[in-house]
């Protein structure tokens, strides 16, 4: 799957989970950017993540994610190693 | 994993869209429509998140949602299970307030009588124990854990009147005897296997409910249920991808105490009780019973059906068919299970589904939520979805093998007691019915009435009926003036207080035995006694039974020096019927309606005479005297 695929596909998850229409994702962004993303709705966003990828993180791919650039990233490799 | 028992909506967003903006009774209506389709996870928190923004804009309630206050003590973390147990209350009809502890934090709170817990006065208490907390401490046995469970127990019976739920412990570890692992009893998985062994027959003895976690886990697998990444992160011992699951679980337990199970399960005939049409095919023609698989997954869901029926659930049959053809089967095949004997109410014609089930509603004195129909077709099962939104209308799987595990998953039926009268419901409902063809016959209704032979019965509650009492009184919608819902352990108290009036009633009559048909309470304070509760079962309406009830509840209440009879209509959305109760018993207004509709009726017991009733009238000896 291509970047700007995921992007896209990211930013849906990303309002759905943090209520907020406005988010468009962006690689440098963290939660500190998302007023909804607290520690609560870092695991939902996560499962919705692996939801509509059809993936699934390791504990130290998820403890490496520190901003969405990286979650995409993983995602790529992971889509693309399907 | 999902609740696949409930249909896909293709304009789920779309419909979400909408309830956001319409007014509350019908964006209640709509969510609730919402929340009985599939979703994914991200659905449900959205669902959630508009709910409750709906519920906090109109002043925390919604019109048609049962209001519920829920707290959850647990000893990890829960944060991602509310949203899916909102969710699954508002399938229910419930509006689920809930509440949860600091991690961790559940003994000060039960202790601290001024904590938050308390001043939240919650009207269920789910207590959430993972097995690392219980099973993999320094010392700890099954013993030592199930002590800290009944202390729990104790505080929250003693603080509150609340439902208890206590959720069994998830079988998180691995084995390391393996096949043999019970014979190293000091494992963490043989004492959580042990702590689960010891809570069934604990729980019942306390009166609390289980959340069984280890019964899904056995059916799913512990991989649905439990992820050890997920808990070495961030301590979540259920797995976010299972909170519907649970949520599912927890609501149809609170349903179920308030009287909010299924109580009739409707069933098509072709293709869903036998394959083939009879019809068409003949009774050799049609597929079922021994032979074959498919015939033998026919012959399963009516065994399990069966099952059903033995324990108090009516079964009706809602088919399109001459009737004659419909009966054939029950008659002549020698491989039915179902007779028509089990068949509360039979409906074979051509009229369209929605009219039939309305009539099997009417016919067992029913709501049309206390029903669920079970079709193979998926057009009646969408006809029938959007005529009838109340009915519960499972997606049958494409393969009749899956039938049972189907209607067994999604349980309609959750049940926390069983009493005597259960196992004998079905002939109940067949009698009634027998009596309302008679009542067709006879035109003159007094002279019905006396052919019915009555004989009631009314006795103070005794500690052999007291779950039967409970269970009425937390079931019973319809025929129910105050709809005030008690614990096991409040129905008790009231029991034993002097001061307080207690009647079970049951009725017979020529045609066999209709159980406790009426529960009343009374509470006797200076001369006046405040009618508490006072319901009926709706089988027997229209038989001057209130009449009688009345005569006996104003002879008790006299013995104890009460000089007038006082009682409260206070209406929900299910007891419309006993809105004028009181005054056709000649109860006079005490001032207007409340803000809530609610209004104080009072009848004078120097002037009261016993009106007569065609019925003979049992007492205990000691009143007769």
């Known amino acids: 799957m291509q970047q700007t695929e995921i992007y896209e596909k990211l930013t849906e998850v990303m309002r759905d989970v943090f209520d907020d229409e406005a988010l468009v994702a962006t690689p440098g962004m963290t939660a500190n950017d998302v007023k909804e993303w607290d520690s609560v709705n870092h695991v939902s966003f996560i499962i919705a993540i692996e939801e509509e990828f059809g993936i699934k993180f390791k504990t130290s791919e998820v403890e490496k994610m520190k901003n969405v650039g990286q979650m995409v990233e993983q995602i790529e490799a992971k889509t693309a190693a399907k | 994993m999902h609740l696949n028992w409930l249909p896909v909506r293709e304009d789920w967003n779309a419909l979400l869209a909408l309830a956001k903006s319409l007014p509350p009774a019908e964006a209640a209506q709509a969510m609730r429509q919402l929340a009985t389709s599939r979703m994914d996870f991200t659905s449900v928190g959205k669902l959630d998140r508009a709910l409750r923004k709906a519920l906090a804009a109109n002043g925390g309630s919604l019109p048609g949602l049962e209001p519920v206050k829920l707290a959850i003590l647990a000893s990890a973390t829960t944060s991602h299970l509310p949203a899916g147990i909102r969710v699954a209350g508002l399938r229910r009809g419930l509006a689920i307030e809930v509440y949860e502890a ?50 729990c127990w104790r505080q929250v019976r003693e603080a509150f009147s609340a439902q208890v739920l206590q959720q069994t412990v998830l079988p998180v570890f691995p084995w390391l005897m393996g096949n043999n692992e ?21 729980s019942e003895e306390q009166g609390v409910d289980l959340l069984a976690l280890d019964q899904f886990a056995a059916v799913d697998g512990i991989a649905a249920w439990h992820d050890a990444s997920l808990w070495h992160r961030s301590k979540h011992e259920v797995h976010p991808q299972a909170a519907s699951a649970y949520g599912d679980q927890v609501a149809r337990l609170i349903a179920a105490g308030r009287g909010r199970s299924a109580k009739c399960l409707v069933l098509d005939l072709d293709n869903t009780l036998w394959g083939g049409v009879i019809g068409d095919d003949g009774l050799e023609g049609i597929v079922l019973g021994q032979g074959t698989g498919l015939g033998e997954a026919f012959a399963a869901f009516q065994r399990y059906a069966k099952g059903l029926a033995e324990r108090g659930i009516i079964l009706a049959v809602c088919s399109k068919n001459d009737e004659k053809n419909a009966l054939e089967p029950f008659e002549k095949h020698p491989e039915m299970l179902l007779k028509r004997s089990d068949i509360a109410c039979f409906v074979a014609n051509w009229s369209d589904k929605a009219s039939n089930l309305r009539h099997i509603a009417r016919t067992l004195n029913i709501g049309l939520d206390a029903l669920v129909f079970a079709d193979d077709n998926p057009a009646e099962r969408a006809i029938i979805r959007q005529e009838l939104p109340m009915v519960a209308v499972p997606e049958m799987p494409e ?11 999604a349980g309609y039926f959750e049940g926390l007691r069983l009493t005597d009268e259960d196992r004998v419901r079905s002939q109940l409902y067949q009698a009634n019915a027998e009596r309302e063809r008679l009542k067709d016959s006879v035109t003159d209704i007094d002279g019905y009435l006396e052919s019915l032979r009555m004989t009631m019965v009314a006795q103070p509650f005794d500690s052999v009926g007291l779950a039967r009492v409970t269970q009425l009184i937390n079931k019973t919608n319809q025929f129910n003036l105050t709809t005030q819902r008690l614990s096991e352990a409040e129905v008790s108290e009231r029991m034993n207080d002097p001061e307080v009036v207690t009647l079970q009633v049951r009725l017979t009559d020529r045609f066999g035995d209709n159980g406790i048909i009426a529960i009343l309470i009374a509470r006797v304070q200076g001369g006046e006694a405040e009618i508490e509760t006072w319901l009926m079962s709706c089988r027997v309406l229209g038989r001057k039974v209130e009449q009688a009830c009345l005569n006996v509840l104003a002879q008790f209440c006299t013995e104890l020096g009460a000089t007038r009879l006082a009682g409260t209509y206070r209406p929900t959305e299910k007891n419309g019927m006993v809105r004028e109760l009181y005054p056709s018993l000649s109860f006079k207004a005490l001032g207007e309606e409340d803000s809530n509709g609610a209004r104080r009726w009072r009848l004078d017991l120097a002037d009261f005479q016993p009106q007569p009733v065609p019925m003979r009238i049992e007492l205990p000896s000691e009143v007769l005297a």
Do not use: C
């Not at chain 2, 097995?131 to 993999?136: D, P, Q, T």
């Not at chain 2, 019970?182 to 604990?202: C, D, F, K, Y």
């Open chain 2, 182 to 202: 019970p014979r190293m009893t000091h494992s963490p998985a043989s004492v959580v296997a042990r702590i689960n062994e010891l809570l069934r027959p604990a």
């Open chain 2, 102 to 151: 600091d991690y961790g934090m559940y003994r000060q709170e039960l202790m601290d009588h001024s904590s938050a817990l308390y001043a939240f006065k919650p009207d269920v208490v789910l207590l959430a124990f993972d097995a690392r907390h219980l099973a993999a401490s320094e010392g700890a046995t099954p013993e030592s854990a199930l002590e800290l469970m009944s202390w």
């Open chain 2, 399 to 409: 393969d009749p093998a899956a039938y049972v595990d189907t209607i067994a998953a």
